[in-house]
């Protein structure tokens, strides 16, 4: 068995390996679709409101009082980033009021995250795997706004929204590396990181996310 320390570091790297592939998947996607940037601020959109309302269920029944703590800072964070967004999609003359992202129903990983009981698992698949994928998702995008001409939206994803989740991607190493100290502990990890990135692999493909932005071909 590796030390908790060691383990950590190594699902951290295979998580970026696979992310590279996911950001690569969802980058095709926006394109084929011919998004624009309302369109992928919507998006983001979603994933903020499922992580806040993620944390706020893990943090009613978390014993770890620094991690209720982190939730609680996380539900706040995430509702900051959802009035954020709402107000850049205000100033680019997008329709704020007419879109709900939890029409539609909910994402698969949602569903996942939120079935999740250990703190090994929450800190695997919603700190360490998901903020990774969350971060390197908002540069793809800012590059993708960047390139349509919106300096301001980019400014947004990567200086604002991805320093946010960075943070709780740092303290999710950390309480992975304290939780994870025993074969099955890591086990139970591995696997949680392992199916959050599979069912985000699923969440870009096309059809996923025109349901997500409740499109129509």
């Known amino acids: 068995m590796v030390t908790a320390d060691g383990f950590v570091t190594e ?3 295979k998580n970026h390996a696979s992310i590279e592939r996911l950001i690569g998947s969802l980058i ?7 998004f624009d940037v309302p369109d992928v601020m919507r998006l983001i959109l979603k994933a903020s409101i499922e992580a806040a309302e993620v944390a706020a269920l893990w943090m009613a029944d978390c014993d770890d009082l620094e991690m209720k703590l982190l939730l609680a800072e996380q539900c706040g964070e995430g509702a900051k980033q959802y ?3 709402s107000a850049r999609l205000a100033a680019v003359g997008a329709d704020v009021a007419g879109y709900d992202p939890r029409h539609g129903g909910y994402s698969k990983v949602f569903a996942f995250l939120r079935s999740l009981q250990t703190q090994e698992e929450r800190s695997s698949a919603g700190h360490v795997t998901a903020k990774a994928l969350s971060m390197a998702r908002l540069e793809a995008l800012a590059t993708f706004c960047d ?6 939206t980019a400014h947004l994803f990567r200086e604002q929204l991805a320093i946010d989740e960075r943070r709780y991607y740092e303290e999710g190493k950390r309480m992975l590396a304290a939780a994870a100290a025993t074969e099955e502990s890591q086990a139970r990890a591995r696997r949680a990181a392992y199916r959050t990135l599979e069912l985000a692999g699923d969440m870009h493909e096309p059809i996923q996310l025109r349901k997500i932005l409740l499109k129509k071909r």
């Open 11 to 13: 699902l951290d790297a």
């Open 28 to 34: 095709s996607g926006v394109a084929k679709e011919s």
């Open 83 to 85: 009035r954020a967004l």
């Open 147 to 152: 390139n349509k001409g919106d300096a301001d």
